[in-house]
């Protein structure tokens, strides 16, 4: 379209420019309809303007900066997993299982130990030794693999023991120190000749320098009558190990020991429960007490408690495990043998073997012995002892008289 210059009238035939083509003037803006349907030609004839591009693949080859990762903290060395051990001590200091007592069809109750000699003819004391003396004592027992199994025959059929056993002779000096008996060639001979309860084994340190400890622990609770003058002649050793290993109810032997003897029971390793029973009587219901017999305590039964009582170790299905000792439980009994009282001293039944002394009702008689023997065998011979009863009765009296 032709446009003209306003300054020097020249028609320029390009529309499309803004100046004039020989004086340069600018060309004037139209205001008339054909100016605007022109601008507006111009516009949508004008090419757009171009947008930046970006090579992607360009753009992917720039460097960035590493993200900042903070730094792990330090780690010690790696070490292998540590076994766990137990601290002696601190199972010392836990607390002690309590003793309890059941008359007839009454659920147990729990007593002091304290009060354990006012329900039962015993008395229960903890950390008799010192605990080095003690757990020195238990491992020597544990390394001792001479252990024997008993026997005893009933209706013609033998059976053996639930325990292992063993014997050792000790002897209290002048000074107050204990020294072994027996042993070697003298065990030997013993062990030859097949008997089981006349095997002796020589006590090593450790049980003589227990046996100090254990004789002022029993002459401390003993009753008046064996006040300061008691001494053990014998240690008799029961090895449990584990739960099924027991003993039933059963009262010693009073032809060694004599009338109302003292036993003292020494417990190493493994806690068993320890009971003591009393038959129901005219004027009293049964009674069974029981005292846990743990690592390094003792028990010791006195009075009338093998006349009247039985005790036992029952059998269980689970025995709490010991640092040391694991399930095996160790009990050293020491008793003093009486000479006066002993099977040689005693009359024979018709049998012609040593007869045994016992006691029903306070009447203290001499029956056939039937201990490892076949008890269809037994005989029936019966005699009171007159000795025994008079043993008896004054021991009584004195410890009555306080």
Not at 90 to 119: F, Q
Not at 126 to 151: C, E, I, N
Not at 203 to 230: D, H, I, M, Q, Y
Request: glycine content about 8%; hydrophobic content about 35%.
């Amino acid at each position: 379209m032709v446009w003209t210059c306003h300054a020097c009238t020249l028609e320029n035939e390009n529309d499309a420019y803004l100046s004039c083509a020989v004086c340069g003037t600018t060309r004037a803006a139209e205001t008339d309809d054909a100016g605007d349907s022109r601008k507006r030609q111009r516009e949508e004839t004008a090419p757009a303007p171009r947008r930046p591009t970006f090579d992607l693949a360009q753009l992917g080859k720039r460097p960035r900066a590493a993200p900042t990762v903070p730094a792990p903290p330090p780690t010690a060395s790696p070490r292998a997993p540590s076994r766990p051990s137990f601290d002696l001590g601190r199972l010392r200091s836990l607390p002690a299982r309590p003793c309890t007592v059941r008359d007839g069809d009454a659920p147990p109750r729990s007593v002091a130990d304290a009060e354990v000699p006012s329900v039962a003819p015993a008395h229960i004391v903890r950390r008799v030794l010192p605990p080095a003396l003690a757990d020195a004592l238990l491992r020597k027992l544990l390394a001792d693999g001479d252990w024997h199994r008993g026997t005893w025959t009933v209706g013609g059929k033998t059976s053996v023991n639930a325990r292992r056993t063993r014997s050792f002779r000790i002897r209290m000096t002048g000074g107050g120190e204990f020294e072994a008996l027996g042993g070697g060639a003298d065990a030997q001979a013993r062990e030859e000749n097949g008997s089981s309860r006349a095997r002796g084994y020589a006590a090593c340190p450790e049980l003589l320098e227990a046996a100090r400890f254990v004789t002022a622990a029993a002459r401390e609770v003993a009753p008046r009558s064996w006040k300061g003058n008691w001494e053990p002649t014998v240690a008799f050793g029961n090895r449990y190990d584990g739960g099924q290993e027991h003993v039933g109810y059963h009262s010693d032997f009073l032809m060694t020991m004599g009338p109302r003897p003292i036993i003292a029971g020494l417990s190493l390793g493994a806690t068993r429960e320890f009971r003591l029973r009393r038959e129901a009587t005219d004027y009293a219901p049964s009674r069974v007490v029981c005292m846990p017999a743990e690592h390094n305590s003792l028990i010791v039964m006195s009075r009338d408690c093998q006349e009247e009582w039985k005790h036992s170790v029952a059998k269980t299905s689970s025995v709490p495990f010991h640092a040391v000792a694991g399930e095996t439980r160790f009990s050293l009994t020491f008793r003093r043998n009486r000479p006066e009282f002993s099977q040689n001293a005693t009359r024979n039944c018709n049998c012609g073997k040593p007869a045994a002394l016992k006691c029903a009702k306070g009447r203290y008689y001499y029956t056939c012995c039937m201990a490892g023997g076949d008890a269809s065998q037994k005989c029936s011979f019966y005699a009171r002892s007159a000795v025994a009863q008079q043993e008896a009765d004054r021991l009584r009296a004195v410890d009555e008289s306080g």
